[in-house]
């Protein structure tokens, strides 16, 4: 079954204490992104990755790190969380390799990030 | 920066009608149209691509345009069920994807 497996789903941490998020998918994607959705605001990506060892960033970076050593995992990193990062994560997998190859997106259950 | 809106925030029909979900967006010139459902506390389910270069996409009762000219997309589901309802996402996606905020929608048996 294609899955894309986030751990943890929910976090209480406090401001500071470093944390990872991972993810893992199981369809051999090129394409992993992570993304964070908050009321208002929507889904707004924060970093991509084409490619093992290629990292961009999307839209909000800030306050993030990520890092891709493996094809299927993409783990995200918050070395000093605030708590204007509390947040519900997404992580997400695709076949994309450019517009003609068409991208069908899997996403992730989602991660419950509460920094206090 | 691209912009992605979606009109209207929420929206309630009685079960079997027909509906529109409108998407606008300010540049699609290098982009595909994906529109996606997301039920409450889940993740996004893919629903429809359309490719740059096309103009829409069918899935069952699910029927996606797009008009790069004016810049807008619009998801079309024919008779409407309770299974429904949940929020209706559109996205530019490319190597960065732009999402907009969501329709809201519930269908009222």
């Known amino acids: 079954e294609a899955q894309v497996t986030q751990n943890p789903r929910y976090l209480i941490t406090v401001t500071g204490k470093k944390l990872t998020v991972t993810c893992s998918q199981n369809?051999?994607?090129?394409?992993m992104s992570w993304y964070r959705q908050d009321p208002g605001l929507g889904l707004r990506q924060i970093y991509y990755?084409?490619?093992?060892?290629?990292?961009d960033k999307g839209d909000v970076p800030e306050g993030y790190k990520v890092s891709r050593k493996e094809k299927r995992n993409f783990p995200l990193i918050l070395e000093s969380p605030s708590p204007n990062q509390t947040s519900l994560y997404f992580c997400?997998?695709?076949?994309?390799?450019?517009?003609?190859?068409?991208?069908?997106?899997?996403f992730g259950e989602g991660s419950w990030l509460t920094v206090v | 920066k691209q912009e992605v809106t979606q009109i209207p925030a929420a929206l309630s029909v009685p079960e079997g009608e027909n509906l529109v979900l409108n998407c606008s967006f300010t540049?699609?010139?290098?982009?595909?149209l994906q529109w996606f459902r997301q039920d409450p506390g889940k993740g996004l389910t893919s629903l429809l691509l359309?490719?740059?270069?096309?103009r829409e996409q069918t899935s069952g009762r699910l029927n996606a345009s797009l008009d790069k000219s004016s810049g807008r997309s619009t998801l079309y589901i024919a008779a409407s069920q309770p299974g429904d309802s949940a929020t209706y996402l559109c996205?530019?996606?490319?190597?960065?994807?732009?999402f907009g905020t969501g329709t809201s929608l519930t269908v009222i048996p």
């Open positions: 540049d699609s010139a290098i982009y595909n």
């Open positions: 996205a530019l996606t490319g190597n960065q994807f732009y």
């Open positions: 359309i490719q740059s270069s096309q």
């Open positions: 990755s084409m490619n093992v060892e290629v990292t």
């Open positions: 369809m051999n994607h090129e394409y």
């Open positions: 997400a997998s695709s076949s994309w390799t450019g517009l003609a190859s068409g991208n069908t997106i899997y």
